[in-house]
């Protein structure tokens, strides 16, 4: 299994608060990203990085923020959390001959 | 984003065959992917395929046509531990191998 970690796991948070999760890879990846899963919508891209400092929006990046200061370290900023952001995140990391992509277990974060 | 169209929900018994298609439309077409995802856990990758035809895997079988836009995931000799979500995901020509992902298909096996 690739070595992706997601902290923390679960979070509650309150309506208007800032919030970060945080994706950790031992791979040494370049290409990192961050999806949200929804009953009905599949994943759906948020943001991801190409590099360190390097990063772009996915399709439903409004609300949220990156940053990726270390090649291991990819960060998910709500910077004021809404209701509507209550959902799974899932982070990603691509490698391999085929650029395959491969799951840390998730975060499951509730805005109350 | 890329159109990718799958069954929401599949039952099939133990010991039998499921088939899952998946149709997309897209344009500088680069690979299928297919993963597995039980509830509450992640999505683990389970097969490949970026040229036309048929790749097997053990119980497990993935099938491409790039000139129909179409491809399905075989799943043989099915077992109850099969019952899971399973993602379809294209990726197109780009520096960033990006991938869009249809809804998944719920498959239950029933005993």
């Known amino acids: 299994d690739a070595g992706i970690t997601q902290s923390p796991r679960h979070k509650v948070t309150e309506t208007g608060t800032p919030v970060t999760l945080r994706c950790h890879q031992t791979e040494n990846h370049r290409y990192m990203y961050w999806y949200r899963q929804d009953p009905g919508h599949g994943l759906r891209l948020i943001h991801y990085s190409y590099g360190v400092k390097d990063t772009d929006k996915g399709e439903v990046s409004d609300g949220y923020s990156v940053s990726r200061s270390k090649t291991e370290d990819f960060l998910l900023t709500l910077e004021s959390a809404t209701s509507s952001q209550t959902s799974v995140y899932f982070c990603?990391?691509?490698?391999?001959?085929?650029?395959?992509?491969?799951f840390g277990p998730g975060t499951r974060l509730l805005v109350l | 984003g890329q159109n990718i169209d799958q069954p929401t929900e599949m039952t099939a018994t133990e010991g039998a065959i499921v088939q899952i298609n998946c149709t997309y439309q897209t344009s500088g077409f680069n690979g299928l992917f297919w993963y597995q995802q039980h509830a509450g856990e992640a999505p683990t990758f389970l097969s490949y395929?970026?040229?036309?035809g048929l790749e097997e895997k053990g119980r497990f079988s993935s099938f491409l046509s790039r000139s129909k836009g179409y491809s399905y995931l075989l799943l043989k000799e099915l077992q109850m531990k099969d019952s899971a979500s399973y993602l379809c995901?294209?990726?197109?020509?780009?520096?960033?191998?990006?991938?869009?992902f249809g809804a998944g298909t719920t498959v239950t096996v029933r005993a």
């Open positions: 995901a294209v990726r197109v020509l780009s520096n960033d191998y990006k991938l869009s």
């Open positions: 990603a990391i691509s490698g391999g001959e085929r650029e395959t992509q491969y």
């Open positions: 395929n970026v040229l036309d």
